[in-house]
């Protein structure tokens, strides 16, 4: 019996996932790490898992076989990365052996080994983590406008983190997850959902032996560091308020990320510190043959970039998917012929923006 772990991404995303497997690896090198790439290798790339990390990879084909590239049509890059979680729970879940599974976010790093966690799928069949775990004080407004009420807003658990028992209600969990983000992992506010993080605010409702993780260790990140101090105890170990910190979610590299960790980090040095060494970890792992941006799916076949409302359009008109079971060819009879001429979605796109035609 073993432990798999797996996390999913596009090739733009390559290097944050790498220093995931390289810390993950550290802590657990007997786990067997996956890579789900929804993505197509840029020219002259090779993608070998091997040299990433990772002991093997998925792609959104071996998941979703003749439908890949009309169901990928349906969702930008991020509402695709995420849609195909729920599916490769139920693949890696029939893997022979498997007997828990793990799933992190690319922008993770994994700091602790994970064995309370492996320690409670022997009693529980699903461990989630919730974005707080300390109410901020009244007295703080903005803090409870940027965590509580974002989570109201964007779910409760943040589902960078997840790990499943393979038993019968843990597989249950994966066939129902996988349902919903096949048809609704979408980034739709107005419909109440926010790819796969608001499905899972019920899953206490439907699912026996939930345990909610309330360590402060597990999944620290902006929207939790008004109620989390980082320090290091005499051995060098890392510390959030006095318990181990098992992983740190690094979400939005760049100025966004700076700006909430500046607000709630305060004097905090040790947390600005750990974001220097990610961000050197990041660099050090980033090829310069993945152009920026890269995402085979984001653009019709001539290099042309696929508008976000053509997406839309696309996955709620059942007539046009099977119009145009392949929809990022060009040319005459296409679907990007038919937007052409009987919309004005494609000049109206803001992003004109081309990849060289693969």
């Known amino acids: 019996m073993s432990i798999h772990a797996f996390t999913s991404c596009s090739y ?138 974002e989570s109201l807003q964007y779910g409760v658990f943040n589902l960078g983190f997840i790990a499943l028992a393979n038993d019968a209600e843990g597989r249950r969990f994966a066939a129902w997850w996988d349902d919903r983000l096949h048809d609704w992992c979408h980034d739709d506010l107005q419909l109440g959902i926010f790819v796969d993080q608001k499905w899972c605010n019920l899953v206490p409702c439907f699912f026996d032996r939930v345990k909610v993780l309330r360590d402060p260790g597990y999944n620290v990140a902006s929207w939790n560091l008004s109620q989390r101090r980082m320090e290091y105890d005499d051995h060098g170990q890392a510390l959030i308020n006095g318990r181990p910190l098992r992983f740190y979610h690094f979400t939005k590299l760049g100025a966004v990320g700076d700006m909430m960790t500046q607000r709630y980090a305060g004097d905090n040095i040790e947390i600005y510190e750990l974001w220097w060494w990610y961000r050197h970890q990041v660099a050090a792992a980033t090829s310069d043959r993945i152009p920026p941006g890269w995402w085979h799916y984001g653009h019709f076949d001539n290099g042309e970039t696929i508008p976000k409302s053509a997406r839309i359009l696309y996955r709620r008109d059942k007539q046009l998917q099977a119009d145009f079971p392949r929809p990022l060819i060009t040319g005459e009879g296409s679907f990007h012929d038919w937007l052409r001429r009987e919309t004005t979605l494609l000049s109206a796109s803001p992003d004109p923006g081309r990849f060289a035609p693969v």
Request: charged share 25%; hydrophobic share 45%.
């Open 12 to 149: 733009s995303y390559l290097n944050r996932a790498r220093v995931l497997a390289q810390t993950l690896k550290q802590q657990h090198p007997d786990w067997v790490l996956w890579l789900v790439m929804t993505d197509k290798p840029p020219p002259g790339f090779d993608p070998d898992p091997k040299a990433f990390g990772f002991d093997a990879m998925l792609t959104a084909e071996d998941l979703f076989g003749d439908e890949t590239e009309s169901w990928l049509f349906g969702h930008d890059i991020v509402e695709a990365c995420t849609a195909v979680k729920g599916r490769a729970c139920v693949h890696l879940l029939d893997q022979p052996g498997c007997e828990k599974l793990f799933y992190f976010d690319p922008d993770i790093a994994v700091l602790n080994p994970m064995d309370e966690v492996v320690a409670l799928l022997d009693d529980h069949a699903i461990v989630l983590t919730p974005h707080q775990v300390e109410a901020e004080p009244a007295s703080r407004p903005l803090a409870i406008r940027d965590n509580e009420i």
